[in-house]
């Protein structure tokens, strides 16, 4: 029989598990407003000083001094469209400004920008561990653990799967490998 004991550690361990399987499912709108206004703003200006803002640092500096505004749905994003169009335009716009001059006057400085890269191979590298395993409960966190006992469970020739897109009668069999039958 089960105490009630153990049941809080379970519970907490299932909230654990929910939340690394999490996957971003909202939009902040005040990205898109911030955006147009730097492109309108920058456009505005000589040309000659221009080519010496980098917009994603202008944009970046507006985002941190202007509240988010996150949607889920497409009615969500008009109303939160809405809203940054009429109520905080003003504020937008003095903000992008700011951040124009506050690059500006920091031309000498040099940053090394964020490789998003890394992040967005990293997640196909993730969903396609996912795809070979046929396990969607996969994350960075327990991918090395659940790799390990499923070459394990391999080995000792409990389990066998299907690659996508291969038929029925196409089951991947490690019999037939030589370095199976070397050991």
């Known amino acids: 029989m089960i105490r009630n004991s153990i049941y809080p550690s379970i519970n907490s361990a299932n909230q654990r598990y929910k939340q690394s399987t999490f996957t971003k499912k909202y939009r902040n709108v ?11 703003q920058i456009q505005s200006i000589p040309q000659k ?25 497409k009615r969500g994003w008009q109303k ?18 700011q951040g124009i ?9 040099s940053d090394i920008p964020i490789n ?16 070979l395993l046929q396990r969607d409960d996969i ?3 327990n991918v090395v653990n659940i790799m390990e006992q499923t070459l394990l469970e391999t080995l000792r020739g409990k389990v066998t799967w ?10 991947f069999d490690w019999e037939q490998y030589p370095q199976h039958q070397s050991s």
């Open 30 to 40: 005040m990205e898109s407003l911030v955006l147009e206004e730097v492109e309108a």
């Open 49 to 73: 000083t221009a080519k010496h803002i980098k917009p994603s640092e202008v944009a970046a500096y507006a985002l941190n001094r202007l509240p988010g505004l996150y949607a889920t749905g």
């Open 80 to 97: 939160q469209w809405h809203k940054g169009k009429t109520e905080l335009h003003p504020k937008i716009t003095a903000s992008v400004r």
């Open 101 to 109: 001059i506050a690059v500006q006057r920091d031309l000498l400085r």
């Open 116 to 131: 998003f890269d890394d992040e967005q191979t990293s997640q196909e590298a993730l969903q396609n561990i996912k795809v």
């Open 139 to 141: 994350s960075w966190k």
């Open 162 to 171: 299907r690659k996508s897109g291969r038929s029925d009668d196409e089951v």
